[in-house]
């Protein structure tokens, strides 16, 4: 036994003897047993210098010169056979001289092989951890400056070779490529050379030289021995198994390699025996053999990260302690696949699992909760037991505890806890015992606070660092900084001084970091030890007191040689959010980062618990709305929908905190505002938001319409009362503030939405929050945040951040000065210190990772500065600390950011703080707001104007919304144009609205969608000042004298005709409520482009069969007219206002239910009442004289019952006896207005006065049969006999009392012709009037038609033969009138035969008149108008003679009184008319019904429902066109004072194509060259003449406007048809015919605007993911603030500069996205096509697919393939065939079409679907897509929409859609409700399928691209 005993003689004391005696009967326990098993033994002889043998290899051992450097208790007490194995292979590369490498898996197995090695020969180290930081400075030498000069300090590889240590380079995969190389010579030929001029040579050579030479003249030219005994030990992983940079092959040259792998089986199982006693050892091999199959070659196939083995001793330590707990459990902590593994690798571990019998039984216990924890007193400072209950048990084990107190009570106000909490600390207190720990979990689920928790209950201080993406491994550990005499010195980071003083660092954000960083603390981690850029060393605490104890040093001694202990009770927490699995870059958890840490996943609490969190935090808020809240969060968190869950993860607890602390202090607020304003759904992308707003409704959360109501009556004010400010409803004392200049003070003009935004954040900031405003460009976010300030009277500091700002630079900003480097506070640290706000502009431009500082900024209040200051919180932590700064008590944060996503392509500031902010989403005003606002910017502009640029505006930013366009046009820009507008009156609106507009001006499509848009509000873009386009008026034919017309004094007698009149109450019947409906009003303003005498254009949504009956419009006094429209078949009234936007309608079918045949046509008209009945209308419907009261406001309906005999049944003629024709009732509303209506019976002999405020009728029974009555006055009325058209007037009193009966008179009227001598006038002639005027011409009107200065009663009338007739002194004088007329030369009647379009008028009636006769009197503007036929109408005097008249509705006759002109106006066609053209012809003659609208207007309504609003009268359109002109402006006509315009001077010969430059040089004119710009006849861009556009991509030149219209005609037609013949070239290259080509054209414009947006879309994505980064360490380019101290000693690569990125060394290769897009061509597709084009729009859809992914096809892999009866999976493109011109294109869609035509009927949809998702996800690719487009109609085939829902949702990793196109009935609805929100659409209308597919690009792709 003696000989194998290792005995260390020499310097060594007795404790190390004794250890090494221990150790060694250990590792070879059995004596002579051991040898014959063929073990190796250590064993150490005697001698003059001490022997070190293993096996046969032995090793001479020399005295240390600093015994400190030599490793330290790293033998361990019994070393495994293949260890030593290891050890015996590293000495014999030691004695050959050779350099080795070990390589092996991650874990510290590797180090600590090293390690042992030299601790058993007492070699010194000089340990390294390389990473990506790591500079060549840091391996040889780097410059110091001491008392102002700089010299060079040798760095590990330079000490390790002079001193003859050991170099241990840990991580060589993490150095960048080019770092190495540097130790290249030195690791062959022991060569160096250094930077201060030194060189290293090798011992052997040096050694010759000192032979001749002396070793002063050696020194003297600089030359250093390498010692003979200096090694290097490199440590690395295997390159391309795991990630990094693989080794350089002379590098790589140099070493001798060696294989760690992990420890055999065997040994291994006896090391976890030896540690576990208390377990059962089955159960521990049960154990190990389930981590070895994961680190098995077949389970590193199927992509599962190595288990991380050398954990298994802490595991195993767990379950010593707790032998009933579940081993499935620990398993987890170890290796948590549950985070990072897709469901293949989840489903390859769990069968792991089960086979190793693993997995939980009901035996198995978790713990439950921490019962007690107790520091220790005895001799173990730093400890405290620890009881938990796990089970019924209570077990109780030691933990190291913190430097401070513990903490007694469990109770906190700031931590409630839950069950899972006090399980979560309980599982992470037994971790505590063993290692440190990593905290996974979602954003805002708690993790910080837990881990707060954890320290407080074990009296730790914590130390919270946010990690950030470019973090330097310096920053981790140790900064350069300058001492006052400007020396340069280290401070170390907060990590190291944690370290030293036993605190918890909290690392919060591991998973942005670089893992290349991370790899200097793998050495701290797992075996506590740290050696920092300036040489320090750390040592963990047992190690130190060991050296201590050797070495026989104090402690100074050892501070001296900068040695230091770790604090025993030191440890780090790590929080992380869980990686995104499936994804190639986020996946932070691999199996270097498994060996580090335990890891615990904290989950989101579940709902109870939730809810008792929110009740204990905020106890007085609503329950009720916390109930609703906390259902919809867990609905969102527990669907596996991508789009619900990035909605949950805005919903976090924290968020949910916020939300219930809101409602607490406001209740009345309403929680759909709430959630909204949380998701900031304003901006969210549209699937996410109809997902959102889908859940919402199934949690029933809605606003309710008095809610809506509440917020727009609300008082939106401020105001300022003696030091209390009050916005809203909310009030605030104002800050005293004792820097003034710093408050903000902005030009500010309130408006209702600005203040509610202000009172919303005042709410808030009253709660403490910190602010975040999200809004698009130009919203006024600024303006209300300093608005917003100067209220509040708050100082503000402004930081506005872009691209390049660093943490540094938000933080301070290092300057020098006198060679000291001084720290200037930046904005930010100066309002912590202060108290001020800190605005934070532009916040979504700074990359994410730097704004994460704000957060442990906004959630600890704890920040580490650069300079080594610290921001804390409260006041506790200060107390004997310096360079601390107290965050002051009124500091808050204001961020400010654009909205994510297309197309600001800002980081998403929101998505990843979104939730420690409280969200405020900032809109442009709503149109009143900003009308408002626009009033007070330009007070001199005309109101009209600004209405037009609200609404124009308005339009825009809901295409934008929709992303039909992609600028969001902002109030920013309207105001600017208000303001242009306010100092140049003159300019014209059209020309001010380009300056906005010219951006566009390039992009064709855009610039359609603008002009349609601007045209559409009348704002005449484009139009020249001379485009009017009036109607041409013909002169009136003079006016003739006709006679009188006197009233009969009947007889002698004198006697009247009395009339007797009874009165009646009326009956009520009702109400009935009915709905009232709204519908969007597309309106138009007609005089974009022109000016004509129409005003606007909208269309009402009519069926295809309803007709119009009737118009009306609310009298000229209101100022809001309203237009009335019924319509019958089915009966219903449309009403809107004018000006409005929208329009409501009313069903009436229920009442007047639809019949058969002609037996019985409803026809309805209707009167509006005035005050106070406004808004109730009268229906009156003609044949069955049934009155209905309608009151539109709330949709109350009553039927009143004038006279009970008059109810006469419609069914009184059968429909066999229908030919004769039935009379029918007629309402006279003249005097609606005044509340009362009259009613007669054609051919009837009664009046019925209907007052309808006192309810009652009255009842005039006359002595003649009546044909019509014309109320002329209230108090007199012309009545018209039936056959003999004989006139009557009856006067009565204006006021009918109920007991004076006899009041009503009767005259009749003669019609006496002027002169009896030619042609008498006979009775016979009499004609009835179509109109007659209720009131009078004005005098001047009057004398200007009749042409003599006349004062007199009057009334203006119309009838078939005369264009106007005017009875002057009629009604009110009884002396007899004049009558003067105005003849037709034909009456209108006779023209009836020759209708103008046989097909609608050749269906004539038989007899009798239309029902209106559209016949308008307009008093104020001298007119009568009226519609006619077109076969009324002079044509030709209208239209020369080679124009063809325009397809008309009708015409507008508008005969002028006072110009003695008529005009014709044609009223254009309607799109789409009724097919019962019999039944229209009863209504009309023409196909449009007429009503006055205010005072000197018309309205039409066209028989399809198109409304149209004219303006006649003369003065109205002179001052309009006036109006329009200056809209216009005038400057275009005429030439500005200083133009010098460059005319060429040359003619234009012809064109030609020119010659091709070979060398592509710009050409400016010359008329030589193809592809040039600016000259004349050839092919290129902005010249005159040539004959198309060739660009050759060089600038333009263009030639002026006016010598471009001076091209003569026959150069533009040869410039024609050369254009023609270059097409038809490029047809002929790819061989497609003119026929297809124009057919390819149909399909193909129809989505060329979508093509367009999602090219560009496509663009900047790519543009973006090209974005270039900062590359460090570089020789030239910008100072890098980081290295300006480095700067200062003089080295060379301080700079940086931004270059592509290198992609991280074994990141995964960039996949494409993967498109399928499954298209139904199924025979129902062919069917339906004529009804709605779904087969057609689908082509469209496919065509748009095709073209739009053009070249991406590296980014996007896409196939199409259809299903239909024949099969579900039908090829029609391949995704590795994709059609590259539109021949090929062409073939596909007529694939498709012919499919269609030609297919068995059925339906494959669901197999189709299921089939893409499987066939999809099986190709690699970094995100899959699968479109499917059907027709609804899934029940006809017997498919269950759940099922259809199954299916969209089959795998996690496919996002698939449904686009369900226009279906029979609602079949459609009915599916989407039942399919997951947000994957389903509708297109009712086959027109929304590109756009929908637009949408769905963009919001999916977009998201994550």
Not at 76 to 101: E, P, Y
Not at 260 to 286: A, M
Not at 728 to 749: A, H, Q, R, W
Request: net charge neutral; charged share 25%; aromatic share 8%.
């Amino acid at each position: 036994m003696q000989s194998r005993v290792l005995c260390l003689g020499g310097g060594a004391g007795g404790p190390a003897v004794r250890r090494v005696r221990l150790l060694l009967r250990q590792v070879l326990g059995g004596g002579a047993a051991a040898a014959r098993s063929g073990r190796l033994e250590i064993r150490a002889l005697h001698g003059s210098g001490d022997t070190v043998t293993i096996g046969d290899v032995s090793f001479k051992l020399k005295t240390p010169k600093n015994p400190e450097l030599v490793p330290q208790n790293y033998m361990t007490d019994s070393l495994a056979q293949s260890v030593v194995h290891h050890l015996r292979w590293i000495m014999q590369k030691d004695l050959l001289g050779q350099d080795v490498f070990l390589i092996g898996p991650p874990g510290p197995l590797r180090r600590s092989i090293a390690m042992q090695y030299l601790e058993l020969t007492k070699r010194e180290v000089e340990y390294i951890a390389l990473s990506r930081d790591t500079t060549e400075t840091d391996l040889k030498q780097r410059r110091e400056i001491r008392d102002g000069s700089a010299f060079y300090l040798d760095q590990c590889a330079v000490r390790a070779a002079t001193e003859g240590r050991i170099l241990v380079l840990e991580g060589l995969e993490k150095a960048e490529r080019n770092v190495l190389p540097v130790l290249n010579n030195l690791l062959e030929n022991r060569e160096m050379q250094l930077e201060d001029g030194r060189f290293l040579m090798s011992a052997e050579r040096y050694d010759k030289l000192l032979q001749d030479h002396t070793k002063s003249e050696l020194d003297s030219w600089k030359i250093v021995r390498v010692s003979e005994d200096f090694r290097v030990i490199a440590l690395g992983l295997p390159v391309p198994k795991y990630s990094g940079n693989p080794l350089d092959p002379p590098l790589r040259s140099r070493f001798q390699a060696r294989d760690v792998y992990h420890l055999p089986f065997k040994d291994h199982l006896q090391l976890l025996y030896s540690i576990g006693s208390n377990i059962s050892t089955e159960r521990i091999s049960q154990l190990l053999s389930f981590a070895t199959t994961l680190c098995s070659q077949e389970s590193s196939t199927l992509g599962l990260p190595d288990f991380p083995l050398d954990s298994l001793s802490a595991a195993v330590q767990i379950l010593d302690s707790f032998p009933m707990m579940s081993v499935q459990h620990v398993i987890d902590r170890l290796y948590p696949y549950n985070v990072f593994l897709g469901k293949e690798g989840r489903t390859a571990v769990k069968d792991a699992l089960k086979r190793f019998e693993l997995q939980d039984s009901e035996s198995h216990l978790l713990p439950r909760r921490i019962t007690k924890v107790e520091s220790v007193h005895r001799n173990k400072p730093f400890k405290a037991d620890v009881t938990v209950q796990i089970g019924e048990k209570e077990v109780t084990f030691q933990v190291p505890a913190g430097t401070g107190l513990l903490k007694k009570h469990t109770r906190s106000d700031t931590f409630v806890r839950t069950s899972s909490h006090n399980q979560l600390l309980a599982e992470m207190m037994q971790s505590h015992m063993v290692k440190d720990m990593c905290l996974i979990g979602g954003k805002g689920c708690g993790k910080t606070v837990i881990a707060k928790e954890f320290a407080d209950m074990l009296g730790y201080n914590i130390e919270p660092i946010m990690l950030y993406q470019d973090m330097t491994a310096r920053d981790l550990l140790q900064q350069r900084y300058t001492l006052p005499n400007g020396d340069t010195a280290w401070r170390p980071s907060p990590l190291v001084t944690a370290a030293l003083e036993g605190k918890l660092v909290i690392l919060d954000g591991i998973h942005r970091i670089n893992p290349g960083t991370l790899a200097v603390l793998q050495r701290l981690i797992h075996d506590r030890e740290l050696t920092l850029y300036d040489g320090t060393r750390l040592l963990r605490e047992d190690r130190y007191q060991n050296l201590k104890e050797e070495l026989q040093i104090s402690d100074e001694k050892l501070q001296e040689r900068s040695i230091f202990p770790i604090h025993p009770s030191f440890r780090i927490v790590v929080l992380a959010e869980p990686p995104v699995i499936g994804s190639s870059t986020q996946q932070w958890l691999g199996p270097e980062f498994l060996t580090l840490f335990l890891f615990h996943n904290v989950r989101s609490l579940s709902k109870s618990e939730e809810i008792e969190v929110i009740k204990e935090m905020i106890p007085n808020v609503p329950s009720v709305a916390v109930e609703q809240l906390l259902s919809l969060t867990h609905k969102l968190r527990e669907t596996n929908d991508a789009t619900a869950q990035s909605l949950a993860s805005s919903l976090s607890t924290r968020q949910l905190l916020r939300i219930c602390r809101r409602l607490s202090q406001h209740p009345d607020e309403n929680l759909y505002y709430a959630v909204n304003k949380a998701c900031l759904s304003r901006f969210l992308p549209n699937l996410a938001r109809s997902a959102l707003h889908k859940n919402l409704q199934d949690s029933c959360i809605e606003r309710s319409p008095d809610d809506v109501k509440k917020l727009e009556e609300k008082d939106y004010t401020c105001e300022i009362n003696n030091g209390i400010l009050k916005i809203g409803s909310v009030t605030m004392p104002i800050y005293n503030s004792t820097e003034k200049m710093k408050v903000p003070d902005v030009l500010f003009y309130e408006n209702a939405q600005h203040m509610m935004v202000m009172e919303d954040m005042l709410k808030d900031f009253l709660l403490g929050e910190h602010l975040l405003l999200v809004g698009n460009q130009g919203v006024g976010k600024n303006k209300i945040v300093d608005r917003f300030l100067h209220l509040l009277n708050r100082p503000r500091e402004y930081l506005q951040l872009h691209r390049d700002t660093t943490v540094q630079s938000l933080t301070l900003q290092p300057s020098v000065k006198d060679g000291l480097i001084i720290y200037e506070d930046s904005p930010l640290v100066k309002a912590v210190k202060f108290g001020h706000i800190l605005v934070i502009d532009e916040a979504d431009k700074a990359p994410t990772n730097v704004t994460c500082v704000l957060k442990t900024l906004v959630e600890s209040g704890e920040m580490v500065l650069s300079d080594g200051r610290r921001i804390v919180a409260n006041h506790a932590h200060v107390e004997g600390r310096e360079n601390v700064i107290v965050i002051h008590p009124d500091f808050r944060m204001i961020v400010l950011a654009n909205r994510p996503g297309f197309p600001f392509l800002g980081n998403d500031f929101f998505g990843t703080l979104g939730d420690i902010f409280s969200c405020h989403a900032v809109d442009n005003p709503k149109p009143q707001s900003e009308l408002a606002m626009l009033r007070q910017y330009g007070p001199d502009v005309p109101e009209p104007i600004l209405q037009k640029l609200v609404a124009a505006f308005g339009e825009l930013r809901t295409l934008a919304d929709q992303g039909i366009i992609n600028y969001p046009y902002s109030t920013r820009e309207v105001v600017n144009i208000v303001k242009h507008l306010q100092k140049f009156p003159t300019e014209g609106l059209a020309n001010v609205v380009r300056n906005v507009f010219d951006f566009d001006s390039y992009n064709n499509e855009m610039r359609e969608i603008l002009i349609s848009t601007l045209h559409k509000y009348g704002i005449p873009i484009g139009a020249k000042p001379t485009n009017v386009q009036l109607a041409k008026e013909l002169p009136l034919p003079d006016h003739k004298f006709m006679g009188y017309w006197k009233v009969d004094q009947p007889g002698n007698a004198r006697q009247k005709l009395l009339c007797p009149t009874e009165t009646q109450k009326i009956d009520v019947k009702g109400p009935v409520y009915l709905n009232i409906q709204g519908f969007p009003l597309e309106r138009h303003e007609a005089r974009s482009l022109s000016f004509t005498e129409e005003l606007a254009f909208w269309t009402l949504p009519l069926g295809e069969v309803n007709l119009v009956c009737d118009v009306t419009v609310t009298k000229e006094e209101e100022a809001e007219n309203v237009l009335y429209v019924t319509t019958c078949n089915p009966v219903s009234l449309y009403f809107m206002n004018v000006s409005s936007k929208s329009g409501y309608f009313v069903d009436l079918y229920d009442l007047f239910p639809r019949t058969v045949g002609n037996v019985w046509q409803p026809f309805v008209t209707v009167a509006l009442l005035g005050n106070p009945l406004k808004g109730q209308v009268v229906l009156h419907e003609e044949e069955s004289n049934v009155v209905l009261l309608l009151d539109t406001n709330n949709g109350a309906l009553r039927r009143l019952l004038l006279l009970p005999d008059a109810q006469e049944s419609p069914k009184r003629t059968s429909w066999w006896s229908s030919k004769e024709e039935m009379s029918n009732y007629k309402m006279c509303r003249e005097f609606s207005h005044k509340n009362w209506l009259v009613f007669y019976k054609e051919a009837g002999n009664r009046l019925i006065v209907l007052d309808v405020l006192e309810g009652q009728t009255h009842t005039i029974s006359l002595p003649i049969n009546l044909k019509s009555v014309f109320l002329v006055a209230e108090d007199r009325w012309l009545l018209v006999e039936n056959e003999t058209n004989q006139k009557f007037l009856l006067t009565k009193r204006a006021h009918v009392e109920a007991e004076d009966s006899a009041v009503c008179q009767l005259y009749a009227l003669s019609e006496e012709p002027a002169d009896m001598g030619f042609g008498l006038t006979t009775v016979s002639e009499l004609c009835v009037p179509h109109a007659v005027s209720s009131d009078q011409l004005s005098s001047e009107n009057l004398s200007a038609a009749v042409g003599q200065k006349i004062s007199s009663p009057n009334r203006i009338f119309s009838d078939e033969h005369n264009y106007a007739t005017i009875v002057i002194g009629f009604p009110d004088l009884l002396s007899p009138s004049e009558v003067y007329s105005w003849k037709r030369n034909s009456s209108l009647s006779g023209k009836r035969a020759s209708p103008s379009d046989p097909f609608y008028y050749g269906a004539r009636r038989k007899t009798g008149a239309a029902k209106q006769t559209n016949c308008v009197t307009l008093l104020a503007s001298n007119q009568i108008v009226r519609i006619l036929a077109p076969g009324d109408v002079p044509l030709k005097d209208i239209y020369p003679k080679d124009v063809t008249p325009p397809q008309a509705a009708g015409y507008l006759e508008v005969t002028d009184l006072n110009s003695k002109k008529i005009k014709y106006i044609a009223i254009p066609r309607s799109q789409s008319l009724s097919p019962y053209t019999s039944w229209l012809s009863k209504i009309s003659d023409a196909d449009a019904l007429l009503a006055p609208l205010g005072k000197v207007g018309l309205v039409s309504v066209d028989m399809g429902g198109g409304v149209r609003l004219w303006e006649t009268g003369l003065d109205s359109l002179q001052q309009s066109l006036q109006d329009w002109r200056n809209m216009i402006g005038q400057e275009d006509g005429r030439p500005v004072q200083i133009t010098i315009q460059r005319d060429s001077g040359l003619d234009v010969s012809s064109p030609k194509h020119g010659k091709v430059d070979p060398d592509n040089m710009p050409h400016v004119g010359g008329n030589t060259w193809a592809g040039g710009t600016g000259g004349r006849d050839t092919a290129g861009l902005g010249g005159k003449g040539g004959p198309y556009r060739l660009d050759a991509g060089h600038r333009v030149y263009q030639i002026s406007q006016a010598e471009k219209d001076a091209v003569p005609e026959e150069v533009k037609r040869a410039a024609r048809e050369m254009g023609e013949k270059a097409f038809k070239q490029r047809l002929k290259e790819i061989q497609m015919s003119e026929y297809d080509a124009s057919t390819y054209e149909r399909f193909s414009g129809a989505v060329r605007r979508q093509v367009q947006s999602l090219r560009i879309i496509l663009d900047n994505l790519q543009a973006k993911g090209k974005e270039r980064q900062w590359l460090r360490h570089q020789a030239v380019g910008e100072l890098d603030d980081a290295k300006i101290i480095d700067g200062l000693t003089g080295e060379k690569a301080i700079y940086k500069r931004r270059g592509e990125l290198e992609p991280q060394p074994g990141s995964p290769q960039q996949k494409p996205k993967r498109l399928r897009l499954v298209v139904d061509v199924s025979g129902s597709m062919y069917r339906f096509n004529g009804v709605d084009g779904r087969l057609e729009r689908s082509m469209e859809a496919v065509c748009m697919v095709m073209e739009a992914f053009e070249n991406y096809e590296h980014k996007f892999k896409y196939d199409i393939v259809g299903h239909s009866g024949d099969g579900f999976d039908i090829a029609l493109v391949g995704s590795d065939k994709v059609p590259k011109n539109n021949k090929q294109r062409l073939e596909i869609l007529k694939i498709m079409h012919a499919h269609a035509q030609f297919c068995m009927s059925g339906d494959h949809t669901l197999e189709g679907t299921e089939h893409a998702i499987r066939e999809i996800a099986k190709e690699e690719a970094d995100e899959y897509f699968v479109i499917v487009l059907s027709d609804a109609n899934l029940e006809r085939y017997g498919i269950q929409p759940s099922r259809f829902a199954q299916v969209l949702t089959t795998n996690a990793q496919v996002n698939a859609f449904a686009i369900f196109i226009g279906s029979l009935g609602n079949q459609a609805d009915r599916l989407q409700r039942t399919l997951p929100a947000g994957r389903s659409f509708i297109a009712m209308d086959t027109k929304e399928i590109p756009q929908i597919l637009q949408q769905i690009f963009t919001s999916t792709m977009l998201s994550s691209a």
